[in-house]
C-alpha cells in the first residue's frame, strides 16, 4: 500500500482537484480497477506498486490508442510527404508522465490515484528509463520525435529495440562498475509489437552479375521484428509511430543441412542471430569498429527501408500504376534524416534496392538517393568518426562494398574535372582511404549521397564547413541548426523546492548531506578522481557543511530532471572547438541556471540571445586554440607558471587524495602534463578568475536573478519545435503546423 500521503502532498492533491473534471476521473479510476483486475489479475490484497504503476500506464495507453489509429488514417488520407528519422539510439527517458502532460490528464490522473489511495509520483518513480542512447545524440532524437508530433508532421523515428539499454553505473570504492540494464524485465506497457510485419535482412553470401542484373546470394538471414511506440504531440490529438526493430531467427535458421545432433545446435545457436538487437554499445563520441555493430547498422538501416517502399508503394500517390514503375517521385514524399554516420548504409542499400530491385538506371537511382537523404553531423573528434575497414564489408555486405566503389568512382571523376591535376584533393575526398587497412569514411559517403549537411550548432557548422572534404555543384551546402532543449525537463523556478527534491534524493542515495579503450579508462579514472577528491573534500572538519564533491551516480534521463532545475551555476567548459554543441547547456539555461563556459558550441548562440553579460564567458576562442596549436602547447609552463595549477596537479599525483595508493593518479597527471589534447592548462588562470567573478555575483542575490531573467527571456531559440521546424522547411520541403486533428472518443 501506498504510504500516507504529508499534509503539504494533500494540500495540493486538493489544489488540483478543481482542474480535474469530475467525469474523467470517475472514468479513470475505473478503467484503473479493470485493468488491476483484467490485464494484471490481482486484486487490492495482493497487488504491488508495481502493479499498480501497470495498471495506470494501461490506463493512461488506453487514452492514446484512438488518437494513434485516427492519425495513421489521417495520414493516408491526406498522403502527406512522411519523414523518416534513422538512429541508432533513442534515449527516450520515462513516458507516463509525458503522455499525461500532452493528453492533457495529469490532474485528472493524480486524483484519481488520490481517491485510490495511492500516491501518482511514486507510482511514476517505478518506471524504468528507456535508455536505448549515450547522451546528447539519442536525446536529441527522442526531442525530435517529440516536436514533430506536436508539429503535426507525417514522422517516424527508426531505431534497434535494444533489449539492454546504456548500462547501470555503480560506484563501488569510488570506481564505475557497470550493471546490464535489464529494462524489458518487467514488461513495457507502451510498446506493440507486430510480428505480422516482420522483414528479412540479409549478410555475408556474395555477388552474382548476371546477364539479368546483379544479385546477392547465398546470404544468411536473419528476421527484423517491430515494435511500435506511440509518440503523442501536445495536445493536437496526433500519435505519431517509433518503430524499433528486434531481431529474430527464422525457424530454419541453421537448419539447412539438419542432421541428428544438429537439432539441438542449431535451436541454441538462435541467440547469435538474435544477439544483434541485445545491446546499446556504450560509446558516445568513440568509434570502435566492431562486426556486431555494424550488423546493428545495416540490420535497422535494411529493415526500415523496407518498411519505407512498402508505405509508399501501398500510400494513394505511389500506388499509382505510373509511380509504381518509376519511383523517381520519392523524394516528393519521402525524407531521410541520417542521425549522425551510424544509419550511413541507407545510402548504399538505397541504391541497392533502386538498381538490382527496382531495375533503375544507375544515374536515376542516384539522384533519388541524394534528394531523399539529408545527414546531421554530431562532432568534429577525429576518434568518434566512423571508419570501418574495407574487409569487413567485403565480408559482411559484399554488394553494398561494390556500391560504394562505385559511388567513390563516379564522385572521384566530378572532383578531378572540378579540379584537374589535384590528386591530394582526390585523396582527401574520397571515401576510401589508403592505409594499412582501408577503410571507408561514412563521413563522406553521408556528404556525397547528401542533399542538405547540417552541424548542430553554428559554431559547429562553420567548423565542418572549413574542413568539409566535399563541395557539391551549390558550393558547400550546409545549414546550422541547434539542438532543442528538452519538452520534459521544463521550468521549475521554485529553486528552495527543486533543492530540496534534490537533496532529499542526494541524501537518500548517497548518505550525504547536501571492454575497455583508451577513452574509456581515462574516464573511469576521471570517476575515481572525483569520488576520492570527495573522500577528502567531504570528511574535512574546516570545510565542513560548506562543500560536498558528489559524483552523480547513474546519471540518465530522470536523474536530469531531477539535478537540472535544482542548480544555480552550469559548467560548459569543453575547450573551444570540441563540443559540437551540448544540449545540457540549454536545459540549465531554461531552468535558471547561470552558465559559466568557453565560446564552445551552442554556448556561443546562448551568449547571444541572452547577452554576453549574462553568461561568465572565459577561455581561448577557436583562433586561440589554432594559435596555440601552431605555437605549440606546453602544459608544463602553465604548470610551472601558476602556484595553484601546480599545487592541485602536485597533491593528485603525490596521492594527497589517494593516501593508500599515492600512485593511483600518476598516468592521469603525466597525460595532462605531457598529451593534453584538449589543453586544458590553457584555459585553468581564466577560469579560476571567472569563478571569482561568479562568487563575488552569487552574494548579490538581486543581480545573480537579473541575469537569470535574462537567460530565460533568451532561451526560445533553443527550443526542439523551433529546431524542427528549421529541419522541416529547410531539408525536408514539408509545413509545420500547429493545428489539431479530431479527437476520438476516449475510452469509457
Ligand atoms: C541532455 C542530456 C545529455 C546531453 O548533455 P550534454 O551536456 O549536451 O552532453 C546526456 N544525458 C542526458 C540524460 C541528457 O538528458
Not at 559517403?445 to 566535399?470: M, P
Not at 595549477?645 to 587524495?657: E, R, Y
Request: aromatic residues 10%.
Amino acid at each position: 500500500m501506498a504510504k500516507p500521503l504529508t499534509d503539504q502532498e494533500k494540500k495540493k492533491q486538493i489544489s488540483v482537484r478543481g482542474l480535474a473534471g469530475v467525469e474523467n476521473v470517475a472514468d479513470l479510476k475505473t478503467n484503473f480497477n479493470r485493468h488491476l483486475h483484467f490485464t494484471l489479475v490481482k486484486d487490492r490484497n495482493v497487488a504491488t506498486k508495481r502493479d499498480y504503476y501497470f495498471a495506470l500506464a494501461n490506463t493512461v495507453r488506453d487514452h492514446l490508442v484512438g488518437r494513434w489509429i485516427r492519425t495513421q488514417q489521417h495520414y493516408y488520407e491526406k498522403d502527406p510527404k512522411r519523414v523518416y528519422y534513422l538512429s541508432l539510439e533513442f534515449y527516450m527517458g520515462r513516458t507516463l508522465q509525458n503522455t499525461m502532460v500532452n493528453l492533457a490528464l495529469e490532474n485528472a490522473c493524480d486524483e484519481a490515484t488520490y481517491q485510490l489511495g495511492l500516491d501518482m509520483e511514486e507510482l511514476q518513480d517505478i518506471e524504468e528509463d528507456a535508455g536505448l542512447g549515450n547522451g546528447g545524440l539519442g536525446r536529441l532524437a527522442a526531442c525530435f520525435l517529440d516536436s514533430m508530433a506536436s508539429l503535426g508532421l507525417a514522422a517516424y523515428g527508426y531505431g534497434i529495440r535494444y533489449e539492454f539499454g546504456i548500462f547501470n553505473q555503480k560506484i563501488v570504492n569510488g570506481w564505475q562498475v557497470e550493471e546490464a540494464d535489464d529494462w524489458l524485465r518487467y514488461g513495457n506497457p507502451w510498446e506493440k509489437a507486430r510480428p505480422e510485419y516482420m522483414r528479412p535482412v540479409h549478410f555475408y553470401g556474395r555477388v552474382d552479375h548476371t546477364a539479368d542484373g546483379v544479385q546477392w546470394v547465398d546470404t544468411q538471414v536473419v528476421l527484423a521484428l517491430p515494435y511500435d511506440t506511440p509518440v503523442p504531440g501536445y495536445r493536437n490529438n496526433i500519435v505519431n509511430t517509433m518503430r524499433l526493430w528486434s531481431a529474430k531467427a527464422p525457424c530454419d535458421f541453421n537448419l539447412k543441412d539438419f542432421n541428428v545432433g544438429g537439432y539441438i545446435q542449431a535451436v541454441l545457436d538462435r541467440n547469435l542471430a538474435e544477439n544483434i538487437s541485445r545491446v546499446l554499445y556504450p560509446n558516445d563520441n568513440f568509434f570502435e569498429g566492431k562486426e556486431l555493430r555494424l550488423k546493428q547498422e545495416y540490420f535497422v538501416v535494411a529493415a526500415t527501408l523496407q518498411d519505407i517502399i512498402r508505405r509508399f508503394k501501398a500510400s494513394k500517390f505511389g500506388s499509382t500504376e505510373y509511380v509504381r514503375m518509376d519511383l523517381s517521385t520519392l523524394p516528393d514524399k519521402v525524407a531521410i534524416q541520417l542521425n549522425d554516420t551510424h544509419p550511413a548504409l541507407a545510402i548504399p542499400e538505397l541504391m541497392r534496392i533502386l538498381v538490382d530491385i527496382e531495375k533503375l538506371i544507375w544515374e536515376k537511382a542516384w539522384d533519388i538517393v541524394v534528394r531523399t537523404c539529408a545527414y546531421t553531423n554530431h562532432t568534429v573528434l577525429p576518434e568518434a568518426l566512423e571508419r570501418w575497414p574495407v574487409d569487413l564489408f567485403q565480408n559482411l555486405l559484399p554488394r553494398h562494398l561494390e556500391i560504394i566503389y562505385e559511388i567513390n568512382k563516379r564522385h572521384l571523376e566530378r572532383i578531378s574535372k572540378l579540379y584537374p591535376g589535384d590528386q591530394d584533393r582526390l585523396r582527401r575526398m574520397s571515401l576510401i582511404e589508403e592505409g594499412d587497412v582501408k577503410k571507408i569514411n561514412m563521413a563522406h559517403l553521408c556528404i556525397v549521397g547528401s542533399h542538405a549537411v547540417n552541424g548542430v550548432a553554428r559554431i559547429h557548422s562553420e567548423i565542418i564547413k572549413n574542413t568539409s572534404i566535399c563541395t557539391k555543384k551549390n558550393g558547400i551546402l550546409l545549414g546550422h541548426f541547434l539542438f532543442g532543449s528538452n519538452h520534459t525537463v521544463l521550468p521549475n523556478l521554485n529553486f528552495k523546492e527543486n533543492k530540496m527534491k534534490f537533496a532529499a534524493h542526494l541524501e537518500e542515495h548517497y548518505k550525504v548531506k547536501i571492454n575497455p579503450t583508451p577513452g574509456y579508462h581515462t574516464a573511469k579514472m576521471i570517476i575515481k578522481l572525483i569520488t576520492s577528491i570527495g573522500d577528502i573534500v567531504n570528511n574535512d572538519p574546516v570545510v565542513g557543511d560548506r562543500l560536498k564533491v558528489i559524483f552523480l551516480e547513474n546519471y540518465r534521463v530522470t536523474l536530469a530532471e531531477k539535478v537540472i532545475p535544482a542548480a544555480d551555476l552550469s559548467e560548459q567548459i569543453s575547450t573551444a572547438g570540441t563540443e559540437a554543441s551540448g544540449t545540457g547547456n540549454m536545459k540549465f539555461m531554461l531552468n535558471g541556471a547561470l552558465t559559466i563556459g568557453t565560446m564552445d558550441g551552442a554556448n556561443v548562440e546562448m551568449a547571444e540571445e541572452a547577452g554576453e553579460e549574462n553568461l561568465f564567458i572565459f577561455g581561448m576562442r577557436v583562433h586561440d586554440v589554432e594559435a596555440l596549436d601552431k605555437k605549440g602547447y606546453d602544459a608544463v609552463s602553465y604548470y610551472n607558471g601558476i602556484p595553484e595549477l601546480k599545487q592541485a596537479i602536485d597533491q593528485i599525483s603525490g596521492g594527497f587524495f589517494s593516501p593508500t595508493q599515492p600512485d593511483l593518479f600518476k598516468d592521469l597527471v603525466n597525460m595532462l602534463m605531457h598529451h593534453d589534447r584538449f589543453k586544458v592548462f590553457a584555459d585553468y588562470e581564466d577560469y579560476m578568475k571567472c569563478q571569482e567573478k561568479v562568487s563575488a555575483l552569487y552574494k548579490n542575490p538581486k543581480e545573480w536573478t537579473k541575469m537569470v531573467i535574462h537567460n530565460i527571456a533568451g532561451c526560445g531559440k533553443f527550443s526542439s519545435d523551433r529546431t524542427i521546424s528549421e529541419y522541416a522547411r529547410e531539408i525536408w520541403g514539408m509545413e509545420p503546423s500547429l493545428e489539431k486533428i479530431a479527437a476520438p472518443d476516449d475510452p469509457r
